[in-house]
């Protein structure tokens, strides 16, 4: 009989008391069979109670304060440290649908499809956001490039034999999909993720929209992004509390 895949869920925090342990309870309790998954977590040196709000959690933690600003290297020691076959790379604000594990296993069970993503939705339901959502799997899916608040997943060997997550401050996940597309196809999940608004609801949604476009245009026209690095984690920083 075929061993069944094993899967690591890698999350990468920072100052996330308030949304990872409802990110880690739904992670385990929604899977359709906990028992082949893991859960790590690679915090980046937080301040509040993000490693004591998960005490308890069938999860393994690695503080990492040398990680601060730099979400690619807390995702490639996730990658290092991950014992499963399959990875799942999950923001800490990001809820994942009931049966997760199975839809991941099937996409990448189907012909050429080294990894994917799932169809994205927020937490709040403002007209603006809901307009948001709709150009957002727009723009996906003319591009197979997903972002980290999609839960991008893909083999391990595949994250290895890509070279994992390049040295990017700023969209590294869509960067990691352009690496993935040179081996195969990205999938996309139909059943969508939850993930929370507050950048929007925090900072503006016509400001942070307007920085989040310009910096997926910079993208498509293969213009760096890097130096604004600072500016979008400041933004996410003051979203924390």
Avoid at 184 to 212: C, E, H, Q, Y
Wanted: a positive charge; proline letters at 5%.
């Amino acid at each position: 009989m075929k061993k069944s895949p094993t899967i690591s869920i890698i999350i990468p925090t920072l100052n996330e008391e308030g949304y990872l342990p409802v990110t880690v309870t739904n992670t385990l309790k929604c899977a359709d069979d906990p028992d082949r998954l893991e859960v790590l977590v690679v915090d980046a040196g937080s301040t509040d109670q993000t490693i004591k709000s998960i005490e308890g959690q069938n999860t393994r933690i690695f503080v990492k304060p040398e990680f601060v600003l730099k979400k690619h290297k807390s995702l490639n020691f996730g990658i290092e440290q991950a014992a499963g076959d399959v990875l799942i790379f999950l923001d800490a604000d990001t809820i994942l649908p009931i049966g997760y594990d199975t839809l991941v296993l099937k996409m990448l069970d189907q012909p050429n499809v080294v990894g994917g993503a799932f169809e994205f939705s927020f937490d709040h339901s403002d007209w603006k956001l809901r307009l948001l959502q709709r150009f957002n799997r727009i723009r996906y899916r003319f591009g197979h490039m997903y972002y980290g608040d999609q839960a991008v997943f893909c083999l391990k060997s595949t994250a290895t034999e890509v070279g994992r997550y390049p040295p990017k401050d700023l969209m590294e996940s869509a960067y990691f999909c352009k690496r993935l597309l040179t081996v195969g196809k990205l999938g996309l999940i139909k059943s969508p993720v939850k993930t929370s608004a507050r950048r929007f609801i925090t900072n503006g949604f016509f400001k942070v929209f307007w920085f989040d476009f310009t910096m997926w245009i910079r993208f498509v026209l293969n213009m760096p992004v890097e130096q604004y690095g600072k500016r979008y984690w400041g933004l996410n920083l003051e979203s924390d509390g």
